[in-house]
């Protein structure tokens, strides 16, 4: 399914709104540390946030002491794809899951094989980013196919440039169920925005929940609408906001 041309409708005081963060929020850099949300895009989220009776989530695969540190505090934060949520105010947890020890050296392996990857660390979640070697991006996933983690319970999930090894309950579809029957979640409908395959999880989920979903940029995806970039998003969202 390639989604819908048509320009997504606008949101209801009823629905609740999840939200991706790069290349949703923000566009995508070579060096993931330099992504902050653009100026004004706080205020931005904090109104919708007000006017959704604080039904806004940002559902990101960066750790959840990152994302912390990149959106507003007043928000419902859901890091490392859907395992760490931080209500609003909240601190990141002082301590992490870890990955398997075996996960771990088999990722690192990897990455020392071709130059120019890097392994990040986000918890239980290991993501290989080869951005800087995308040229290699077919034999990163033989190897990470050959390399067995399935019998660590981990899958590999293939995103822009990286490749991430994750247990198998990182995942957003699952993560936005949980938050659909808790407060303030619960009863509205789930409206979902995201760019990538991880997104993907979150869409078949709100979809199944009666929800509206919107795809950003080009790409196969199960959204039912779409929006051209990232600054597509922001207009979408600040006509919402009446910014």
């Given at each position: 399914m390639t989604g819908q041309g048509a320009a997504p409708p606008p949101l209801r005081a009823e629905d609740a709104l999840f939200l991706d963060f790069d290349g949703t929020l923000a566009g995508l850099q070579d060096d993931p540390d330099t992504v902050f949300l653009a100026s004004g895009m706080d205020t931005v989220l904090e109104t919708i946030g007000d006017?959704?009776?604080?039904a806004l989530a940002i559902l990101s695969g960066r750790d959840?002491?990152?994302?912390?540190r990149r959106v507003p505090g007043g928000l419902w934060r859901i890091g490392n794809h859907g395992l760490i949520?931080?209500?609003?105010?909240?601190?990141?947890?002082?301590?992490?899951?870890?990955?398997?020890?075996?996960?771990?050296?088999?990722?690192?392996k990897i990455s020392a094989m071709f130059h120019g990857t890097r392994v990040e660390t986000k918890g239980p979640v290991l993501a290989l980013h080869y951005r800087q070697a995308p040229d290699f991006a077919e034999e990163i996933g033989v190897a990470l196919a050959d390399a067995?983690?399935?019998?660590?319970?981990?899958?590999?999930?293939?995103?822009?440039?990286?490749?991430?090894?994750?247990p198998e309950d990182a995942n957003k579809g699952r993560a936005l169920a949980r938050m659909m029957q808790d407060v303030p979640f619960s009863g509205r409908r789930p409206v979902m925005i995201g760019d990538d395959t991880t997104d993907e999880d979150a869409f078949r989920t709100a979809n199944d929940l009666g929800g509206l979903t919107i795809?950003?940029?080009?790409?196969?995806?199960?959204?039912?609408?779409?929006?051209?970039?990232?600054?597509?998003?922001?207009?979408?969202l600040k006509e919402l906001a009446g910014t």
């Open positions: 006017q959704l009776d604080g959840a002491g990152d994302l912390a949520p931080l209500a609003p105010e909240a601190k990141p947890p002082e301590a992490r899951a870890a990955a398997p020890d075996a996960v771990r050296h088999a990722i690192e067995g983690l399935s019998a660590e319970g981990y899958r590999i999930q293939h995103g822009k440039f990286v490749f991430e090894a994750k795809k950003v940029g080009a790409g196969d995806t199960v959204a039912q609408y779409r929006l051209k970039d990232v600054e597509a998003v922001h207009a979408y």
